[in-house]
T-cell receptor, first 115, second 113 residues
Framework: GAVVSQHPSWVICKSGTSVKIECRSL??????MFWYRQFPKQSLMLMAT?????????EQGVEKDKFLINHASLTLSTLTVTSAHPEDSSFYIC???????????FGQGTRLTVV | ELKVEQNPLFLSMQEGKNYTIYCNYS?????LYWYRQDPGKSLESLFV?????AVKQEGRLMASLDTKARLSTLHITAAVHDLSATYFC?????????????FGKGTRLSVIA
């Protein structure tokens, strides 16, 4: 089946710094990718929809200037957490679907810890 | 707004027993998904249900979908410890194009001897 690869798997950064997370579709092209955030013992919440070649669509309450999304190619979307704070510590997961396929594939997730 | 409700949120069951997890959603949907998540890991796809009356089985797990009732069930048969995990149902908004999933809160399953 289709594979979505996320990198890094975990990252620790200092408050005030920026962190970039990559999401790649390995064997298919994804015009749309989704970024979710999951706090401990909670469900996945959609942060934004990443659209290739255009601006991302952010969910209500998600700061677009803090969570920068770039979808520059059909196989890569990046999420940059800018000026990270401890409350940004979370598990970030990307997802993509192979064109007209029915199944949504998820990356391995990135555990971000801001200290 | 699409809402997805799962119950129970916590489930402790003995090995060998059967149980059902329920997933209700609020608006018409094309697709319903079940995922498993182990601690510290991402989601593992279990089932994709695409039509009313769909039933899928894999090992000790069986999922069904009733689109008229807006209800899906995940039935566990003769539970074993390896099934301990968190199970999420997720629903895709009905419509054209590529739409995101809306997740239930998850059911944390613990299978004990």
């Amino acid at each position: 089946g289709a594979v979505v690869s996320q990198h890094p798997s975990w990252v620790i950064c200092k408050s005030g710094t920026s962190v970039k997370i990559e999401c790649r579709s390995l064997d298919f092209q994804a015009t749309t990718m989704f970024w979710y955030r999951q706090f401990p013992k909670q469900s996945l919440m959609l942060m934004a929809t990443s659209n290739e070649g255009s601006k991302a669509t952010y969910e209500q309450g998600v700061e677009k200037d803090k969570f920068l999304i770039n979808h520059a190619s059909l196989t890569l979307s990046t999420l940059t957490v800018t000026s990270a704070h401890p409350e940004d510590s979370s598990f970030y997961i990307c997802s993509a679907r192979d064109g007209g396929g029915t199944e949504a594939f998820f990356g391995q997730g990135t555990r971000l810890t801001v200290v | 707004e699409l809402k997805v409700e799962q119950n129970p949120l916590f489930l402790s069951m003995q090995e060998g027993k059967n149980y059902t997890i329920y997933c209700n959603y609020s608006t018409t949907s094309d697709r319903l998904y079940w995922y498993r998540q182990d601690p510290g890991k991402s989601l593992e796809s279990l089932f994709v249900l695409l039509s009313n009356g769909a039933v899928k089985q894999e090992g000790r797990l069986m999922a069904s979908l009733d689109t008229k009732a807006r209800l899906s069930t995940l039935h566990i048969t003769a539970a074993v410890h390896d099934l301990s995990a968190t199970y999420f149902c997720a629903v895709e908004l009905k419509g054209s194009g590529n739409t995101p999933l809306v997740f239930g809160k998850g059911t944390r399953l613990s299978v004990i001897a």
